[in-house]
């Protein structure tokens, strides 16, 4: 069965750089979730989507957008990147906002800032 | 916001034992979603098993298996014949079923598991 497909596996960048990533949810899935998890830490929720329009909003840093296109994939945008958002960026989709199925994740992007 | 707590971070078992592992929350909700994902060293988050909070009956899934105590607000997973391949950090996450915030997990920190062989 198809999963949630996240680009790219692996991004190196320098502090003050930007950086995209993208998630393309499993087909006929309508949301999208994106998640933060640290070193040794636990995923925190930065924003969702559903149908195109944002949903929910987490801890997500203003330095961070993020959009879901028309096919349903989704980009998160990240700029004047810090040390400190070296993270693994999980991207999950389900069938509905309001329906019970659960959050399928993808594989997730490693994000390392020099 | 609602907390979600794994007192045990690290967790042993030999191969064909049980385990529990433990979970509570703290919500002002009655409609919840539960879930436990497990996350090996490859680093993806793989879903093990979901319980509705309006379902009184325990959710099973093969060899896993919950107990869940709403009114104690504890959610624990309980592994059966334990395997080398259940060796893995494992998360209790929340999810609300209304309101603002729903559809976004809160997670606990997690309870590293190890099977011994």
């Known amino acids: 069965a198809a999963g949630v497909i996240q680009s790219p596996r692996h991004l190196i960048k320098e502090k003050r750089e930007t950086a995209t990533l993208k998630c393309y949810p499993i087909?006929?899935?309508?949301?999208v979730y994106w998640y933060q998890q640290g070193p040794g830490q636990d995923p925190q929720f930065l924003i969702s989507f559903y149908e195109k329009m944002q949903s929910d909003k987490g801890s997500i840093p203003d330095r961070f957008s993020a959009q879901q296109f028309s096919d349903y994939h989704s980009e998160l945008n990240m700029s004047s990147l810090e040390l400190g958002d070296s993270a693994l960026y999980f991207c999950a989709s389900s069938l509905s906002e309001g329906n019970n199925q659960p959050q399928h994740f993808g594989d997730g992007t490693r994000l390392s800032i020099l | 916001a609602q907390t979600v707590t794994q007192s045990q971070p690290e967790m042993s078992v030999q191969e064909a034992e049980t385990v529990t592992l433990s979970c509570t929350y703290d919500t002002s909700e009655s409609d919840y979603y539960l879930f436990w994902y497990k996350q090996p060293p490859s680093r993806q988050m793989i879903l093990v098993i979901r319980q509705e909070a309006y379902k009184q009956q325990n959710a099973t899934e093969n060899r896993f298996s919950v107990n869940f105590q709403k009114a104690a607000k504890s959610f624990s997973l309980k592994i059966s014949d334990s395997q080398l391949g259940d060796a893995a950090m494992y998360f209790c996450?929340?999810?609300?079923?209304?309101?603002?915030?729903?559809?976004?997990?809160?997670f606990g920190r997690g309870t590293q598991l190890t099977v011994w062989p």
């Open positions: 087909p006929r899935h309508d949301t």
């Open positions: 996450a929340y999810r609300s079923d209304r309101g603002s915030t729903l559809g976004r997990l809160y």
